[in-house]
């Protein structure tokens, strides 16, 4: 809960400053120099990114929660096999065992 809540803190952080960066720009971009504007692009599209990490993260943690109510805390998506107790003490809100979010990561790499 204190994770979800964290993270709910800053999903807002990053929200009010995207507004915030928003409200900031000038009308006319001709003005600015070519590499201020790919800086602020690039800032932007970091706390976008950002943004969608803290979001599929609280998510997940929504999803460990309707687990736990569901009683089914602690097994994996894929293969119903308990996640391991390590696992679930660095990421509590796992919803995959080790050997299947490896499976995950190295799909998606390729």
Do not use: N
Not at 8 to 30: F, G, M, P, T
Not at 73 to 87: A, F, L, N, V
Request: with cysteine; charged share 35%; proline share 3%.
């Amino acid at each position: 809960m204190a994770e979800q809540t964290h993270r709910r803190q800053l999903a807002r952080r990053l929200r009010d400053h995207e507004a915030d960066a928003v409200e900031e720009r000038e009308l006319s971009k001709v003005d600015q120099h070519p590499a201020e504007l790919g800086t602020e692009t690039f800032e932007r599209e970091r706390d976008l990114t950002a943004l969608q990490i803290v979001e599929a993260e609280l998510a997940d943690i929504d999803e460990a929660l309707r687990h736990i109510d569901q009683g089914s805390y602690g097994t994996c998506d894929e293969c119903g096999q308990p996640i391991g107790d390590k696992r679930l003490e660095a990421k509590p809100w796992a919803r995959l065992c080790i050997v299947h979010q490896a499976q995950m990561e190295r799909a998606a790499v390729r």
